[in-house]
């Protein structure tokens, strides 16, 4: 079948089967498996073997992601992150000159890892798929349609010489920053160059859905055209889903076509994702919204959301592995980033589950280096985080955080840092899925002052002085306000924060602990 008679198909109706509502879909990046498996040589056993730690999860869909700029597989359309590497040069070698000595060895092993395999003809996504099926599990593989990653370094290893000698292409070529370097779908060499890939991906691999990962990195029209580049990104989901129906019709079984992107409808659009239009014109059928990377939005508009997408999209929360509480926050111990604990990843699935998503989508949750803050929580996040009534009773955090992705012009909202003047109050809206009468309920409150007092829905809470501060946390003590369970609310909650001297308020949230 030619490309041309493949477009011109008619679109199928059905879609990958689904399970219930509830459930973890969990994205395995394109090199984490290299780089944290970089001292061994890699095995048919060894790839194998990764797929052993999901069966028998909540882990409903397995994402996994074939690419940033360069590819995790010799492809015919892009470089594979080992082309051109010198595999006994060492760590000196003109290949890794750009980055920085103390980081070259760790590269070094890690693409050469990764060549040792290509070497040995494993297939890395060849061997996953159909290990991902046994165990009952639904194989997808994600496609990054605007990856950054390192993008202030122009010659850095990991940039695919399409990015690197077509600048002419870039998004915003008069300024410098990370996201102006990003390619503007407006070219049709661009969209081409994806499309290329996206169809060399759907050849090579029998999966159940493709994912447009569009929040890698999110911006991909010139400031002014995103209007124009919705019609562009329409047209292009379109020709995507034409190809997947083709390809379903040889492989006998359907296949879905899901999407990454940001937040709240607005953003969304204001970027040129309008994935409503997407969904109700047959080509999507998951949509992920989500943050970008730096933080968990711990508040993003579901209810709004549900209302756009017809009932047959399924909708998932994107929790990324970020939990910081404004931009330019700074955690208790002093680092410019913190990540979430099981505690503050169970209190964001159990909000958005009662809020009534299909799925708790994790980003960078994985099984080493990028992922929780204690790594030898990892089962349990994997066997409780996907359904309410695993979560129920244990101790959650709920936190205030932000929406990190925003659309050029549009007006960026933070909840923190607050001012408080003297005698003056502020209030807080946070999210806290069902209630449970018989756990304790506390409010954490990061502030410059302890001269503070809390209500949780008008009732008030009984000051209990200073906390250490907790993981993750802010810079500013910690004062802890015991609240009565009877007080609080199933789904959103209102903290009101008054200083009797002035305060500035750096985090907010409403914890509840293990059942008495």
Not at 99 to 127: A, H, T
Not at 151 to 178: C, I, K, L, T
Not at 340 to 356: C, D, F, I, Q, W
Request: glycine share 8%; proline share 6%; hydrophobic share 40%.
């Amino acid at each position: 079948m030619t490309r041309r008679q493949l477009l011109a198909t008619p679109a199928l109706a059905a879609a990958p089967r689904a399970a219930a509502r509830g459930g973890l879909t969990l994205n395995e990046d394109c090199n984490h498996f290299f780089v944290a498996r970089r001292a061994a040589r890699l095995t048919h056993e060894t790839i194998r073997s990764w797929v052993d730690q999901y069966a028998a999860t909540q882990v409903s869909e397995l994402v996994l992601n074939v690419n940033a700029m360069r590819s995790s597989f010799v492809s015919k359309h892009r470089e594979a992150w080992w082309t051109g590497i010198d595999p006994s040069g060492g760590k000196d070698q003109p290949f890794l000159k750009a980055i920085p000595p103390e980081s070259r060895q760790v590269f070094f092993d890690w693409i050469r890892c990764g060549w040792q395999m290509n070497e040995d003809k494993l297939d890395l996504y060849g061997i996953w798929i159909p290990e991902i099926r046994k165990r009952g599990i639904s194989p997808w593989v994600s496609i990054r349609m605007n990856d950054l990653h390192n993008v202030a370094v122009e010659d850095h290893p990991m940039h695919s010489s399409f990015w690197r000698q077509h600048p002419e292409f870039r998004r915003v070529p008069y300024r410098g920053e990370e996201r102006d370097k990003a390619l503007d779908y407006s070219r049709s060499e661009v969209r081409q160059h994806n499309f290329s890939y996206i169809e060399e991906v759907c050849e090579r691999y029998d999966f159940d859905t493709l994912e447009l990962d569009w929040m890698r990195h999110g911006f991909h029209f010139k400031p002014g055209y995103e209007a124009e580049g919705r019609g562009i990104l329409n047209q292009f989901h379109a020709d995507v889903r034409r190809l997947l129906d083709g390809w379903q019709r040889r492989r006998r079984h359907p296949i879905g076509l899901a999407v990454r992107v940001p937040p709240s409808p607005r953003s969304a659009r204001g970027l040129g994702m309008d994935a409503a239009e997407w969904a109700h014109a047959g080509h999507v059928n998951f949509v992920t919204v989500t943050n970008y990377w730096r933080t968990v939005d711990n508040n993003m508009p579901m209810e709004e959301w549900r209302a756009l997408l017809p009932k047959t999209c399924r909708l998932a929360a994107g929790i990324e592995l970020g939990c910081n509480a404004f931009l330019g926050s700074v955690a208790g111990d002093g680092r410019s980033w913190q990540s979430n604990s099981l505690e503050t990843v169970r209190g964001a699935a159990a909000a958005y589950l009662h809020m009534g998503v299909d799925r708790v989508y994790l980003f960078n949750y994985m099984d080493a280096d990028t992922t929780l803050d204690d790594v030898t929580r990892y089962p349990a996040l994997l066997r409780e985080c996907g359904q309410l009534s695993t979560i129920e009773g244990k101790p959650r955090r709920h936190v205030i955080t932000y929406q990190d992705t925003w659309a050029p012009g549009e007006p960026v909202a933070h909840a923190l840092p607050a001012e408080i003047r003297a005698k003056g109050w502020r209030a807080f809206r946070v999210p806290v899925g069902p209630v449970d009468p018989k756990q304790k309920v506390s409010v954490l409150i990061g502030s410059t002052q302890a001269a503070i007092t809390v209500r949780v829905n008008g009732q008030p809470g009984q000051a209990e002085g200073v906390k250490a501060t907790p993981k993750p946390g802010p810079a500013t003590p910690v004062y802890q306000f015991q609240v009565s369970p009877a007080g609080l609310r199933a789904g959103e909650n209102v903290v009101e924060i008054s200083a009797e001297l002035g305060a500035r308020i750096e985090w907010v949230e409403i914890q509840l602990s293990q059942k008495g």
